[in-house]
């Protein structure tokens, strides 16, 4: 499986927002449902969002209506647009897809 890079990560205060990027490499990004996933300190890795080859999208309840997440198959890339951010939604950030393997994450951290 070909890993994946996410970036974007970082500290946010509280109500501030952070976009997240995923990118990947090879043909197989673009036929590939992606999910960004997130893992908090002491706790398991949950599912966030997910979005279809078609561009479908789905939520999980904590996030909906705060996080968006898109796709650009030019670029072999997914985003997660996050707003209205809280200290809860401090964990690692991963994206994922059936044809990918887990990448390194990146931090996202809400504190004032």
């Known amino acids: 499986q070909v890993q994946v890079v996410e970036s974007g990560g970082g500290l946010v205060q509280p109500g501030g927002s952070l976009r997240l990027s995923c990118a990947a490499s090879?043909?197989?990004?673009?036929?590939?449902?992606m999910g960004w996933y997130r893992q908090a300190p002491g706790k398991q890795r949950e599912w966030v969002a997910r979005?279809?080859?078609?561009?479908?999208?789905n939520y999980a309840d904590s996030v909906k209506g705060r996080f968006t997440i898109s796709r650009d198959n030019a670029k072999n890339t997914v985003f997660l647009q996050m707003n209205s951010l809280k200290p809860e939604d401090t964990a690692v950030y991963y994206c994922?897809?059936?044809?990918?393997?887990w990448g390194q994450g990146t931090q996202v951290t809400v504190s004032s």
């Open positions: 979005i279809t080859s078609g561009g479908s999208t």
């Open positions: 090879g043909s197989m990004f673009s036929i590939n449902t």
């Open positions: 994922k897809g059936d044809s990918f393997a």
